[in-house]
């Protein structure tokens, strides 16, 4: 979508007299410069493509998202450049106009202490899921492991480690706190999700004991039975939807952009098969593309 601004629609006539159609061709071309140089200058000049610094987080629902819009902005006519890196990052990125739009902010608990002192630069849109979990997650195999107090029992069989994701993650600090609070004897191994999966995995399969630090929606939770241990004085917050931001120059000059995406939302099960279609590394584009071609209904409404 553009908003077009400028052009120049100049008619030709005959003209008596040379010296006049002189004049008038002099009037004709400064009127096609100047309306050339708006155009260049306007949002959504024909001929050019707004470009999109678009950011993301390397976690799952993140990178899906990310990657649908890519797509659809694509499709739309915008030169999308795709940038990754941490959360903390990502937030300062869009503050200091690196970033122009970004996935995914978890408000308003998770995220809340990244966006502190950046409200006038940042825009938090409209969430695109709602309900999601985090905390402490171990298979269902392990038995008599209800809530994080039980943990404390665990100790020898889990070696004394939580498996958790990377360190700028805001799931990562409160993990911490969980851990001074309920007086836990363990140590939180600060990985990458990748890894925890990878971990995660190889525990499963053998029915090995392990506890991750995790979160919904995430595609493993429909690969394997896991519990969420419970959290009795609520540590790890209330439930958070899941937001896009922008840059707010970005969203004052190409609100066209931020109002067409605003349109987006996904139902569990919408997600759930996204996710599915984009967990493996490498694959996200491609998985991307099939729940577009796969949902084209839904994609046209945001699209409308």
């Known amino acids: ?24 061709t002099l009037s004709a071309c400064g009127d096609s410069e100047e309306n050339s140089a708006e155009n260049e200058g306007g949002e959504g000049a024909p001929g050019e493509s707004t470009s999109i610094e678009l950011g993301y987080v390397q ?15 694509t499709e739309q006519g915008y030169d999308v450049n795709m940038t990754t890196m941490e959360k903390q990052f990502l937030f300062s990125g869009v503050e200091n106009h ?18 502190e002192g950046k409200e006038d630069s940042i825009v938090i849109h409209d969430p695109w899921f709602e309900g999601t979990s985090l905390g402490l997650v171990v298979p269902e195999y392990m038995e008599g492991v ?5 943990l404390n029992d665990q100790v020898e069989e889990l070696s004394g480690e939580i498996t958790g994701i990377d360190a700028g993650a805001a799931l990562t600090e409160r993990t911490y706190e969980v851990i001074d609070h309920y007086e836990l004897d363990f140590e939180l191994i600060e990985s990458s999700e990748s ?21 919904s929606p995430h ?47 996904l139902e569990e099960e919408e997600l ?33």
């Open 1 to 24: 979508m553009y908003i077009q601004r400028g052009g120049s629609n100049l008619k030709n006539y005959w003209l008596l007299g040379a010296s006049l159609a002189a004049v008038m």
């Open 59 to 73: 976690y799952a629902e993140s990178i899906a998202m990310a990657s649908v819009w890519e797509i659809l902005l």
């Open 98 to 115: 690196e970033i122009d739009i970004a996935f995914s902010a978890w408000m308003p608990f998770t995220d809340a202490n990244l966006l």
């Open 146 to 150: 209800n809530t994080i107090t039980d």
């Open 195 to 215: 890894t925890m999966i990878a971990a995660l995995d190889a525990a499963y399969e053998d029915e090995e004991p392990i506890v991750v630090t995790h979160w």
């Open 219 to 265: 595609w493993s939770f429909a690969e394997y039975d896991m519990n969420y241990l419970e959290d009795p004085d609520g540590v790890y917050g209330e439930e958070d939807s899941i937001y896009f931001m922008a840059n707010a120059d970005f969203d004052e000059e190409h609100s066209e952009v931020t109002e067409l995406m605003n349109n987006a939302y």
């Open 272 to 304: 759930s098969e996204l996710l599915a279609l984009t967990k493996e590394p490498g694959s996200e584009a491609e998985g991307a593309q099939e729940w577009i071609d796969n949902n084209r209904d839904i994609v046209d409404e945001w699209l409308e």
